[in-house]
């Protein structure tokens, strides 16, 4: 019986318009990158089907023989990439090739600027795919059909990539895929035998399948293996070019750029298995999506098992890209499998291992490298200090924080650093912790430090408050936060020296006439050291959750158990001599509010009363107004 042809046309999501437009302007300097691109899926195809066919091997069809093929046409000015691989039903082409399914689409394509340069830099991390046809094609034809579908019932999608495709229904014995570009005129180059030989040798010679193109010459017929058709991994690694490499990344990360470092390793013995792995040069847009679908590809024996096999790496490494190769595992291995087995473990333990060392390499020997990667996912890593507590050391010696002795941004003092350089009867390493980098180098409890030279780790990503309740100490010596408990700079002498710990009568009445005031705002309310410009400060308790986890929690919507801080005021402060003196129960009342309120927004907090910290400010103003007229 023939197919109903059920011919229709549709509109690409707002999304793939976007894409398309912008690969076409942006990518015109490289085009040849589509062969790689359709390639790449195509490989992926055949990985699919062979995964699906351990289960049912009737989907082979009698034809196990994976194979690529390229042709092109110098009459109708066609290329065409056909494979035997998986290959679309109907409602998978409209799927994948007019729709972008990953989370997080619609947040990139926001970010974009419209100034093309900039975007074209974006749209690497994106990933250019399938769409990237439209920067050499006028007209894309794919003609398919899924393995496993009962009679010859194939469908065809043609677009010119304006907006619109026309899919329908046809008949189409062979199994898999055929993508067909029409060629623009400026793209008629890539009509050569030689020069699609090479673009295929230089992008996907790492291909595991054979590509297959005509043999050229007049009285010539029959076939040829373009490629080298091994998977690179099982190479000998003196045989591979760092290109190959790369363009290995490029497939299995589906990045555009090359890898910033690479791993490409073989354990033999009682647990054999090969992992070939990368660092990317930048984070994928949708890097902090946990549901994010690329990661580590688990091979067994060379048959590709599954994408994004979580168990291979750890959560805090979810940025490596790459393939492990078990020997041992068997063929059928399922995730449920994966979660508890003892093999897996030691692939990950092993794979870890090897990640953790590159890095400790690369910061000792390339730093401005490992400043990049740094700057990429460092943060992520920071997670590891979590999930990992014997490895706490290891991890702890990779982190880098901004900290009071530099001037930028910019990460870049390790632990390491700070130790080397404290001062000789420094106890502790000193940090802060704030919502923003300008709030924590500004802070006021900064100010002795800053006078005593003394270094104090600045920092400012909400992980970093999980960094410093896991990792206590380093190098022996106590991470201390100088936003809480009792200041103890170690210099008793200077301490009892400084008129604070005279205790002192007027000050004393001063901080009780404070707390009084204060009463349902704060704990206590006592003079420092701390300070040597602001007039006050808001600190922690010693036991309890430092202020700013306190506030990320909450804005995170938990519940957190309400602890009060500590005011300290600064006796030398002129603002603290003239509260001293005043004698008006109310005036004092609005002092000692906005000396908290100040305190409170210095550290980046928010006024639970904003109106009432603005009219008591305004009072003042009128105050003084009327003393100086
Ligand atoms: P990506 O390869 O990064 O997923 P593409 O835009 O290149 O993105 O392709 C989108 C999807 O279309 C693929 O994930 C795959 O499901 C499907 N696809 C593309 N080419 C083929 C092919 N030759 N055979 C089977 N499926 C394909």
């Known amino acids: 019986m023939a197919v109903e042809a059920k011919q229709e046309t549709r509109g690409f999501q707002t999304e793939v318009r976007v894409l398309l437009d912008l690969m076409i302007h942006s990518l015109y300097s490289n085009k040849e990158i589509f062969l790689r691109e359709l390639i790449s899926n195509a490989s992926d195809a055949a990985d699919k089907l062979r995964f699906d066919a351990l289960q049912n091997d009737g989907l082979y069809e009698g034809d196990a023989e994976f194979k690529i093929r390229v042709e092109y046409d110098k009459k109708q000015k066609t290329i065409s990439v056909i494979d035997n691989g998986i290959g679309m039903s109907r409602e998978e082409i409209i799927e994948h090739l007019?729709?972008?399914?990953?989370?997080?689409?619609?947040q990139f394509f926001e970010s974009l600027t419209g100034d093309q340069s900039k975007d074209a830099q974006l749209i690497g991390q994106f990933g250019v795919g399938f769409y990237s046809t439209f920067i050499v094609a006028k007209k894309v034809e794919v003609i398919s059909r899924r393995a496993g579908?009962?009679?010859t019932e194939g469908v065809r999608w043609v677009s010119t990539g304006?907006?619109?495709y026309t899919i329908e229904t046809i008949e189409h014995p062979q199994r898999g895929t055929k993508v067909v570009l029409y060629l623009k005129d400026e793209a008629k180059e890539f009509l050569d035998g030689f020069r699609l030989r090479g673009i295929i040798k230089r992008y996907s010679d790492h291909i595991s399948l054979p590509i297959i193109m005509p043999v050229e010459g007049k009285d010539e017929k029959g076939d040829e293996t373009v490629n080298n058709a091994t998977a690179l991994w099982v190479r000998n690694k003196k045989d591979i070019k760092e290109e190959e490499y790369h363009e290995f990344y490029k497939h299995v990360a589906h990045d555009f750029q090359p890898p910033l470092a690479y791993l490409h390793h073989r354990v033999e013995g009682k647990l054999e298995y090969s992992s070939l792995l990368f660092i990317p040069a930048h984070a994928p847009f949708d890097l902090w999506d946990r549901q994010q679908r690329h990661g580590v590809?688990?091979?067994v024996k060379r048959v590709f098992i599954m994408d994004d096999a979580e168990q291979l790496v750890p959560s805090y490494l979810?940025?490596?890209?790459?393939i492990v190769d078990s020997d041992d595992?068997?063929?059928?291995?399922?995730?449920?499998i994966l979660q508890r087995n003892k093999m897996i473990d030691a692939i990950r333990s092993g794979c870890t291992k090897k990640i953790l060392g590159l890095l400790q390499n690369m910061a000792r020997k390339e730093s401005g490298k490992y400043s990049e990667f740094w700057k990429e996912f460092g943060r992520i890593l920071k997670e590891g200090i979590i999930d990992e507590a014997d490895k706490r050391e290891d991890l702890a010696k990779l982190f880098r924080f901004s900290s009071t002795h530099e001037d930028q941004e910019e990460q870049t003092v390790s632990l390491e650093d700070y130790v080397a350089r404290m001062q000789q009867d420094q106890k502790a390493i000193y940090y802060i912790t704030?919502?923003?980098?300008a709030t924590a180098r500004n802070s006021p409890?900064?100010?002795?430090f800053r006078k005593k030279g003394l270094e104090v780790l600045l920092m400012s990503d909400p992980i970093d408050e999980w960094v410093t309740t896991h990792l206590h100490e380093f190098a022996g010596k106590p991470l201390q936060s100088v936003m809480k408990g009792k200041l103890d700079l170690g210099d008793e002498k200077e301490e009892k020296d400084s008129n604070i710990s005279l205790v002192n009568n007027e000050l004393n009445e001063l901080t009780d006439r404070i707390k009084k005031v204060l009463e349902s705002r704060v704990k206590e309310v006592r003079a420092t050291r701390r300070l040597t410009s602001s007039p006050a400060c808001l600190v922690a308790d010693e036991h309890d959750m430092g202020r700013t986890l306190e506030r990320i929690l909450r804005a995170s919507g938990q519940k957190v158990p309400a602890s009060k801080p500590i005011l300290e005021i600064n006796p030398e402060h002129p603002v603290i001599h003239r509260m001293k003196q005043e004698t008006d129960e109310s005036v004092f009342a609005d002092w000692s509010n906005i000396l908290f309120e100040q305190s409170l927004l210095s550290e980046g907090g928010q006024l639970d009363d904003p109106a009432g910290f603005v009219q008591r400010l305004n009072h003042m103003f009128l105050q003084l107004g009327e003393k100086h007229s």
């Open 98 to 106: 007019g729709t972008i399914a990953r989370s997080g689409t619609r």
């Open 445 to 448: 409890h900064l100010e002795i």
């Open 434 to 437: 704030s919502d923003s980098f």
């Open 318 to 322: 979810r940025f490596i890209r790459g």
């Open 149 to 151: 579908l009962p009679g």
């Open 297 to 299: 590809k688990l091979y």
């Open 329 to 336: 595992l068997p063929l059928n291995v399922s995730r449920e």
């Open 162 to 164: 304006e907006g619109e």
